[in-house]
């Protein structure tokens, strides 16, 4: 480690054949202070999970720079309704804070109730009404009597933990809604419910047309492309597949307790995971002609998609690439597919990374290869340069760096345009790295 890290973020930090200090990786906890973290808050984590469900209304109750910070915060896509797309806030004043802003609340649902006839609104509550204390819990409730329709409050205070205390905050607003819907004991269990995936660019749709080929249905989709309507049939399902283990495994859990519906983790990025994925899917819920059917489907696209990757092996054989994500198992999925392109994954962080994944990561990495968790852009910029990375794959908070530093960057997160996830996501993302990683613009700013 070297100069610019904050000695206390050294237990967070660390180099595979050196280790660090501490046992084992220090992680999933609160941001060191006067580390600026890549986190968001509490509120952005429950708001990223639950904005891609198509037609419910978001009211954020705060300040409206809460509601501007996470507009239209992923590009999620809809088959259906585009009401997600806009932000409700009741745009909380001084007077608001000074007298409470339940008032307030209560107007801008009238509000919306009566003007669009919703059947599900989430209340946000922000830091200033953690503050203030008003009732939202009761607010909500009124509103749901009133109105006869779901008004479920998420009090997601941004101070009140991490990012991933507002995904804990999603799968329990995700709970209330669902709950009302359990079946009966003696009723049928069918198909599997995708937790996990948000649509940035149509990746569940990918992924219900794998399962589809292989004839499993897919009952609900949480919360990629989502409506009310689907969500409610989620209790219905035989197993839930968790792709984003990191927003949603809570919820995969409590559904296991509650619903008894069992859970797996499952990956759609790379060839081997997407394969692996959707063979243990098979194999749990399918007969025999189902597991036939899938594993003939996956035979072709593996080896469909290896003589396409042997394509580009001599262009991107040796490259080196730094990964900060915001999951772990996006991290391991990362790296394996950088080692089926031939690059070695030389740094690699994440946000949220929990101790199993750092264990996982440190399995499949090289020697030499640093580790980090919630890192500074400070941190990122020093090993950056310290480990000469050819391309860093990033979100939206990251891509400004790696301009700036002259590496190349792939989006991996809220703002990409194209999928990569699924056999289509595996094209996509290995012309994505080839073209930036080899741009000739590169040789240009090594030359300034
Ligand atoms: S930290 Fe608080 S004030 Fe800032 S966006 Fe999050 S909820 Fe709003």
Redesign the pocket.
Known sequence: MSDGILEVRKKSIMVKNLGCSGKGIDCDKASVSGSVSQR?????GARVVLNPITDAFHIVH??I??AS??WDIRGSLSSGSEIYRNSFSTDLREEDIIFGGAKKLAAAIDEIATKYSPKLIFVYA???VGVIGDDVEAVCKNAEEKYKIRVIPVK????SGTKRQGYKLACNAMMQLIRPHKLSEKALHNGVNILGDFNLAGEMWLIKNYFKKIGIEVVSTITGDASYETLIKAPSAALNIVQCAGSSMYLAKMMEEEFDIPFMKVSFFGIEDTSASIMRVAHMLGDASVVEKAEAFTQRESSRLRKFMEKYRPNLEGKRAAIYVGGGFKAISLIRQFNEMGIKTVVVGTQTGKKDEYEVIQSIVNDDTVILDDANPAELEFFIKQKKADILVGGVKERPLAYKLGVAFCDHNHERKHALGGYEGVENFTKEINLSINSPVWEYMTAI
Request: net charge neutral; proline share 6%; with cysteine.
């Open positions: 968001a808050c509490v509120y952005c705060g300040p720079g809460c910070y996470t922000t830091c200033i997601a205070a941004g101070f």
